[in-house]
């Protein structure tokens, strides 16, 4: 059972223009949300978080979008850079459970210079 | 101001033989997450971990799979009689201490660390 879905496995935009990555989860005990962003052979690197409380949380030129009652978040880039290029993990905690992360699949993202 | 460390960062092993993976948090950081993340897949939550306490193993299968964050030295996760199914790359995270209820929340991931059982 996926409790959160990123369906769309692949993006490919052109460089300069804005990125949206969308993810959607089940559980409505999730009550914070994390993107992560993974290169190859590497670790998954900490972008972007949002609080349930919130429906907006800006950082630079990454901006995550909440909506609750769709359950429904996404993570804008803009404007998208070819070092972008890589694959972006959305997952969710519900945090009276010990914290654990529920990842989606992944989104590989292709910046085109 | 190293991050968190795991090693080896591969790993081959035969069916049959133990794998032991290593994992050294971040400065300051309490608490340890084990992941496994299988070709095209997420990251699957394995065993959450505190010094010398296994918060949560919900995860973590129940047979040949063990780990551990004694009170001196890395958090270890050790897979016994490895089959190939068990091939993958682990990946650890730790988080600070209880305290900013939101920051708790932000994991930071390792490497990782690539095991191929032949």
């Known amino acids: 059972d996926q409790q959160v879905k990123q369906n769309s496995p692949s993006l490919s935009v052109q460089e300069g223009r804005i990125s949206i990555l969308n993810c959607d989860y089940t559980?409505?005990?999730?009550?914070?949300f994390l993107w992560y962003k993974k290169y190859p052979a590497e670790g998954p690197t900490f972008l972007i978080s949002?609080?349930?409380?919130?429906d907006k949380n800006e950082d630079g030129r990454f901006t995550v979008f909440l909506n609750k009652s769709a359950k429904h978040l996404s993570l804008h880039i803009v404007p998208s850079q070819p070092g972008d290029s890589a694959v972006y993990f959305c997952?969710?905690?519900?945090?009276?459970?010990?914290?654990?992360?529920?990842f989606g699949k992944g989104i590989t993202l292709s910046v085109r210079p | 101001n190293a991050g968190v460390m795991q090693n080896p960062r591969h790993l081959v092993r035969r069916r049959g033989q133990e794998a032991r993976l290593r994992c050294s948090p971040m400065?300051?950081?309490?608490?340890v997450y084990w992941y496994r993340q299988l070709p095209e897949e997420g990251l699957k939550f394995m065993v959450y971990?505190?010094?010398?306490?296994?918060?949560?193993e919900s995860g973590m299968p129940k047979e040949r799979f063990s780990a551990e964050f004694p009170k001196e030295g890395p958090s270890i996760l050790r897979i016994q009689q490895v089959v190939r199914g068990d091939s993958a790359a682990y990946f650890c995270?730790?988080?600070?201490?209880?305290?900013?209820?939101?920051?708790?929340?932000?994991?930071?991931f390792g490497a990782g660390t690539r095991l191929s059982v032949l």
């Open positions: 995270a730790s988080s600070p201490p209880t305290g900013d209820q939101l920051a708790k929340n932000i994991q930071y």
């Open positions: 400065k300051g950081h309490s608490h």
């Open positions: 971990l505190q010094k010398e306490n296994i918060i949560d």
């Open positions: 949002i609080s349930s409380i919130k």
């Open positions: 997952a969710a905690v519900a945090t009276g459970a010990n914290s654990k992360l529920t």
């Open positions: 559980n409505s005990m999730f009550d914070y």
